[in-house]
């Protein structure tokens, strides 16, 4: 039987992730020792990787698909398929920025000012060739963690540092004065994988699912039953993704209309429907949007 070596990224995103597939259809278990979770799926063999170090293996073949950040795949100047984007909404609504930060009242105000200077980071190789492109010679080392602080103890003049909404470097008395890179989770394949036509299929049903169920987030079911002479008012009020279905009831002059709606609208516009007549209203959660 063929299978498809998918890599699941290993930290921050490692419970999203298998929430994500659960939601997709297909149920990840795993034990807190064991690098190798187990999926009801017999055409996938599962592998935890750190996101860093994901499009390193899947550009090599020792992975055929994966999922890391966009800016993983810049660091490690790896040529693999970036199959698509798969933006976490639950986990964030600010997307994660890497982003040149000095001390407050430092007078340097752009990249160009720190000509000479050390620079920390976790993102070395981009950072190098973000500053190689606008000619500006600076000394970029390694970042293990903290990073903010190193600047704030003046171990180095400067650093890029990953942040959403930039609030910790503010609270560390820090400025941003440029944005590097603004990043997002995608979901990526092996070159020779991707022209391999099984296992193209078999992405390309992992990517329709996920796409399905990251669209379902924050949408639900709506479903009403509502007397016919109400039902062009209530088309006024009830929003969908195309437009309701609306069917008779049998042997009725009752209609039946379902709908998929954002969840935080349901609050607002039930009793508007129920003031119109509507009754047997009733809210589902979803799984997949296709």
Not at 31 to 52: C, G, H, I, K
Not at 68 to 93: F, H, M, P, Q, R
Not at 245 to 271: G, M, Q, Y
Request: glycine share 6%; net charge negative; proline share 4%.
């Amino acid at each position: 039987m063929s299978t498809l070596k998918l890599g699941i990224p290993k930290g921050s995103l490692e419970k999203s992730t298998i929430d994500l597939f659960g939601r997709a259809g297909w149920k990840i278990h795993q034990n807190s020792r064991n690098y190798f979770p187990t999926v009801d799926d017999r055409e996938l063999r599962l592998s935890l990787v750190r996101a860093q170090e994901m499009s390193r293996y899947v550009e090599s073949g020792v992975l055929d698909l994966g999922l890391t950040g966009k800016d993983w795949i810049l660091e490690n100047d790896s040529d693999v398929v970036e199959v698509c984007d798969l933006v976490y909404s639950k986990a964030s609504t600010n997307p994660a920025r890497w982003v040149l930060v000095v001390p407050g009242d430092s007078p340097v105000n752009r990249a160009e000012d720190l000509a000479g200077k050390k620079i920390a980071t976790e993102l070395v190789g981009f950072t190098k060739r973000f500053f190689r492109e606008k000619k500006v010679e600076v000394e970029v080392e390694f970042s293990w963690g903290a990073t903010e602080a190193k600047v704030v103890e003046g171990l180095c003049d400067a650093i890029v540092e990953v942040t959403e909404t930039g609030s910790t470097i503010k609270a560390h008395g820090l400025k941003i004065i440029d944005t590097l890179l603004i990043t997002n989770t995608k979901l990526i394949a092996n070159k020779e994988a991707w022209e391999d036509p099984w296992k193209r299929r078999k992405i390309d049903q992992i990517a329709l699912l996920l796409k399905g169920a990251l669209k379902a987030e924050g949408m639900v079911g709506l479903k009403l039953n509502a007397p016919k002479e109400s039902i062009e008012k209530l088309m006024e009020i009830v929003p969908s993704l195309q437009a309701p279905t609306v069917a008779h009831l049998f042997k009725s002059d009752w209609l039946s209309v379902e709908t998929v709606v954002n969840e935080s609208v349901v609050r607002e516009i039930a009793p508007k429907l129920a003031e119109l007549g509507a009754t047997g209203i009733i809210e589902y959660p979803l799984n997949k949007i296709l």
